[in-house]
């Protein structure tokens, strides 16, 4: 059940009173076959508001027995048998007892026991952490996910706070009490984040422009510079969508770092940190800075560190005295207090709405100090923090609520996004943040951002010797196009540059196409966004949701599955001598394919392999639909009016296109238009349809271009769309396709057609023109070996005739798809093919007949993966 403007308010907190059952000082909820609320109160009181944690109990009440005697309630949900001895008080393991069937192991739950396998959860940051060490040596103390291979888990909602229907703190009811919410899924896990995300809420989908590149430094910027950044992204065609400012946006009187320089405010805390008004000789125009920014379609979020109050010298203390009823006549700072309404209220009124209209788009939240509320204790300040100012942005005009903050424990997944803080430059941190990211969907925390490149320096590296490995950063933003946010930072260090042409080749490489490949894939990213608000799924998640039964889904937390359809295992550890990177994957049963579709590998063991630097392991369900945007996109302000389907080999596949308007609510009131795509194949024909949008949102176009790339295809006797059949082109023209040797693609391209009107796209075969299985990879393989061998060369002769033409077999079977009649063209390729194999096959002993030294042979033979 997806939260609704009642979950918000409170209307819909309450349970059903048929999903109750109620024995004086106990009471027991139904809320889902596999999930009871277990209450207890010495006053037989009991709480049916929203509280931290829960938002809403008015579930559709599930099928149950209850059956009384004089002694024991028992109440059966097919999953769960709960037995509770009435009239013994607080819930025990003497009086308590709880049965989960799971397949074949049923087990029994009674209070107290200690989870033996809880497969963890998030933790609020990662600073200064290298991997999951801090710097003394001590681990990361996870909190507990929701999921653990016991089967069960428990939430303990006893001293959680309420919420009222304004949104504000409630203290906890007096009196003793236990409010217990008992989880028994068995290996279904997908069901028990379902159920949390049914009484805890869905995560939201954050604003579209959350998923492209956002720039990020810790540096004391100035608008000319900033201006000149994004410059140089244009020139260079680096999308990019957010700018991020960190704290130095604001006047920091007495801040600084310099030992016997360092200075306190009257609270106690390090002057300078809090500030709220603009840095002039930075930012001498501070709206203009922001419509020029927003001209460029960049979103702005500032740095806030609120811990300080409202102190004199700002440019709004006297406008937030005066809506405080605050004495100014001595000049005394405003004390912070989130938890004080009036307060709060103040600051978004008379501070950063007026801030929030010169530009400000969303805050940058970063409190570091007192953890828990001084009014009242007990209340996290990071949790409280979030709940505020994201749902006082949702308040305005319909904008979806966006904070970038700390997590602050559970509830917290209804408040994106995160962001893990200062780790450490390593590539200990590196492997540790794929693991980090997937095990946090446990607790539906599905958007966390992490400062891609690492942020600071271990301390005990000197000064002179800190750069940044090209590699490390590379390999890490290969990890942020799999990440539910691609955002760069970095520390104050005059040595840390992470722009993008800052790298050369083939550092600088990887890093372009890093950011390019995120932009492609930023529509399934959406759909998976959506589909996380739908199920409680995160985009990036374990891969024991989908085999729980298997130990290697527990073995290699390193790799996870990014969406529904793409296996993804990012490299974390640097190249050899060979300039590529040993790094095993475990790939789950069945048939998976490369990104490209050049490669089918068959599940269910461990693929040992070795990535060159522009290479990622990412494999695909077979029959996959992925849908990309074509490239060259500067930002995701808006879609472009052309999608490409990427259609994977495979029995059959569908996926569900997802659009709504990218910036309001509405997705939550039905706004938004899905598409169904189908794809059917067999050695004769593949077929894919694509069907009439479904649904209405503001600005839905009536007409969109498809282009449905059919990979690891083969040539085709013909196409046709709904019927027509298309001619062949050699260049990309609407209503043609065309035959891409260098992907063995098929490139249907169908034109702008109206989206509610369904299309038939038919490519049919012949068998026998049909090229062995791994045919691309074999041909980029040897190009990587000839581009090996002219290195290593040492003369200037001529590589032998066979060689060079098999380094550019892509070419040569272009020439024989696009030069003769349309009768010939898949007799031609597949002689050309012909021609290849017995080259390739020939590769060893051609350069082995070569004079070049013994370990040059060796190394092509390697680059041919032999």
């Known amino acids: 059940m997806k939260a609704t403007k009642e979950s918000r308010t409170g209307a819909g907190a309450a349970a059903r009173p048929e999903a109750t059952v109620e024995r004086g000082p106990v009471r027991f909820t139904v809320l889902t076959p596999r999930l009871v609320r277990l209450e207890w109160s010495a006053n037989a009181e009991f709480r049916d508001g929203r509280t931290q944690i829960v938002v809403q109990r008015s579930l559709d009440v599930p099928p149950f027995t209850f059956v009384e005697d004089e002694r024991f309630i028992e109440i059966d949900t097919g999953p769960l048998r709960v037995r509770y001895e009435k009239d013994t008080g607080r819930f025990g393991a003497a009086n308590l007892a709880i049965l989960v069937r799971r397949d074949g192991d049923p087990v029994t739950w009674n209070p107290g026991d200690a989870q033996k396998a809880n497969l963890g959860g998030t933790y609020r940051t990662l600073d200064r952490y290298d991997g999951d060490t801090w710097q003394d040596g001590s681990k990361l103390p996870l909190e507990d996910g929701l999921i653990a291979r016991d089967g069960w888990h428990v939430i303990d909602d006893t001293d959680g706070f309420g919420i009222d229907d304004e949104g504000w703190v409630v203290e906890r009811p007096q009196g003793e009490r236990q409010d217990l919410y008992f989880f028994g899924y068995g290996r279904d896990y997908r069901a028990a984040l379902a159920d949390f995300a049914a009484i805890a809420g869905p995560q939201p989908i954050p604003p579209r422009f959350v998923f492209g590149y956002w720039w990020s430094r810790y540096w004391n910027y100035s608008d000319d510079e900033l201006r000149t950044l994004g410059a140089r992204f244009v020139k260079e065609r680096i999308p990019l969508d957010v700018l991020v400012l960190d704290m130095d946006w604001h006047t920091t009187p007495g801040l600084s770092l310099r030992p016997g320089h360092e200075q306190k405010d009257v609270f106690g805390e390090a002057s300078g940190w809090t500030g709220y008004t603009f840095n002039r000789s930075l930012f001498p125009d501070p709206k203009a800075f922001m419509r020029w920014a927003h001209g460029q379609n960049l979103r702005i979020t500032l740095n806030l560190h609120p811990a300080s109050g409202m102190m004199p010298h700002e440019e709004r203390y006297e406008a937030m005295a005066a809506a405080l009823s605050w004495d100014t006549s001595t000049q005394a700072p405003i ?171 083939p550092y600088g490489d990887a890093i372009f196409a890093a950011i390019r490949l995120r932009y492609q894939l930023a529509p399934y990213i959406y759909a998976a966004a959506r589909h996380a608000y739908d199920t409680g799924i995160s985009i990036v998640r374990p891969m024991y949701y989908d085999w729980p039964e298997h130990e290697e889904a527990y073995a290699y937390p390193g790799q996870y599955m990014f969406g529904n359809d793409v296996l993804v295992a990012p490299v974390t550890v640097p190249v050899g001598a060979d300039g590529s990177a040993l790094f095993p994957v475990w790939l789950p049963p069945g048939l998976w394919y490369s990104r490209d579709g050049a490669e089918s590998f068959k599940g269910g063991a461990v693929l040992e392999r070795s990535y060159t630097l522009g290479e990622i392991p990412i494999f695909v369900r077979p029959g996959s639909v992925v849908p990309l945007y074509p490239e060259g996109l500067r930002d995701l302000a808006g879609v472009p009016d052309a999608l490409i389907l990427q259609v994977f080999p495979g029995a059959e596949g569908a996926t569900a296109l997802y659009d709504d308007d990218g910036t309001s609510q509405g997705y939550q009131r039905g706004d938004f238009a899905r598409t169904q795509v189908l794809s059917r194949r067999d050695e004769r024909m593949h077929c894919v349809r694509i069907g009439g949008m479904d649904g209405r949102y503001e600005g839905r176009p009536d007409r969109r271009a498809y282009v449905v790339e059919f990979l690891d295809a083969g040539i085709p006797e013909s196409v046709e769309v709904n019927g027509e059949a298309l001619p062949y082109s050699a260049e990309p023209q609407p209503r043609t396709w065309l035959f891409d040797p260098a992907w063995l693609c098929i490139r249907v391209d169908l034109g702008p057609v109206p989206v509610e009107e369904a299309q038939d796209v038919v490519a049919r075969f012949a068998p026998e023109h049909a090229p062995r299985d791994g045919l691309l990879h074999r041909m980029r393989r040897a190009a990587d070996a000839v581009t090996y061998l002219k290195q290593v060369w040492g003369d200037i002769s001529a590589l032998p005739d066979d060689i060079d033409l098999a380094g550019q077999a892509a070419r040569v079977l272009a020439y024989a798809v696009d030069e003769g009649d349309d009768e010939g063209r898949a007799e031609r390729f597949t002689a050309a093919v012909k021609t290849f194999e017995a080259r390739f096959a020939a590769l060893p002993a051609s350069v082995g007949a070569t004079p070049i030294d013994e370990s040059f042979k060796r190394g092509f033979i390697d680059r041919l993966g032999r």
């Open 335 to 505: 004390p912070f207090e989130g938890a004080s309404q009036p307060y709060m209220r103040a600051l978004f009124d008379s501070v950063l709405r007026p801030l929030e209209a010169q530009g400000v788009d969303f805050w940058w939240l970063d409190w570091q100090q007192w953890p828990e509320s001084k009014a009242h204790p007990g209340l996290s300040n990071t949790w409280w923090l979030n709940h505020v100012f994201f749902t006082e942005m949702e308040r305005d005009r319909d904008r979806r609520g966006l904070i970038y903050h700390r997590w602050g424990g559970l509830g917290n997944h209804r408040y994106p996004i995160g962001f893990s803080g200062d780790s450490v430059i390593s590539w200990t941190s590196l492997a540790y943040q794929p693991h980090f990211t997937s095990m946090a969907s446990n607790v539906l925390y599905g958007y966390w951002s992490h400062d891609i490149g690492g942020h600071t320096f271990d301390k005990r590296i000197p000064r002179p010797e800190r750069h940044l490995d090209p590699e490390l950063y590379a390999r890490w933003m290969q990890l942020g196009v799999f990440s539910p946010v691609l955002r760069t930072h970095s520390a104050k260090e005059a040595s840390l540059h992470k722009e993008p042409w800052h790298f050369a080749p």
